[in-house]
């Protein structure tokens, strides 16, 4: 059992690497729809567990875009589905089942030290790539607004910074309330 946890770990991180190794060279919105998939089966196949926060991230995301699509203005080719812009609407949903993936390889057994944790390493982790998209990479969303400081990344208007630094702890939040609805309603499944 253990050995497997293992071998998943170090998948998912092959995964993580290979994505942002890829992130420069490939079209971004082909990029996150070919993870995405891969991403969908592999949980399909060996972590059916995790479904649910993919369905829930996938939720959150799709909301999300469409509240803020006229924002996400890359580039007139990206893929649209709905009039929505693929590559945000996946991303968060990649992103914020990953948040969850690290709580599930830490699992504090103080929930007020879970959500620290958790909050500490998802603003890291966003800041982290964010920088690297823009800077790096060169991925920049033409709009007009100032980045967060220090940084200069997150160059979008202040209800999406907020957004974007708050929306991993209250997913990972979520996630907890869904596991105790499900245990609630279906004991026999936990």
Sequence with gaps: MEKNKK??????????????????????????????TVVYFY?????????????LSTVISILWVAMAKNYYIYTPDMVKLFGLSVYPML???LGLLALRGLYDY????????SIIVITITYIAALIILETF??????FKNPGLYP????CDCIHAPLFMQIYYLAIGPIYYMLTLLLDKLIKRLLPSEQ
């Design 7 to 36: 071998l998943k770990m170090i998948f998912e991180m092959f995964l993580l690497i290979l994505f942002v190794i890829l992130f420069p060279f490939v079209r971004k919105d082909i990029l996150i729809f070919s993870f995405y």
């Design 91 to 93: 991303a968060w949903s």
């Design 147 to 150: 980045g967060l400081p220090i």
């Design 106 to 113: 830490i699992k504090p057994k103080n929930a007020l030290k």
């Design 43 to 55: 949980i399909i196949s060996l972590k059916r567990e995790s479904l649910k926060y993919l369905g």
């Design 133 to 138: 998209a823009y800077h790096i990479a060169g």
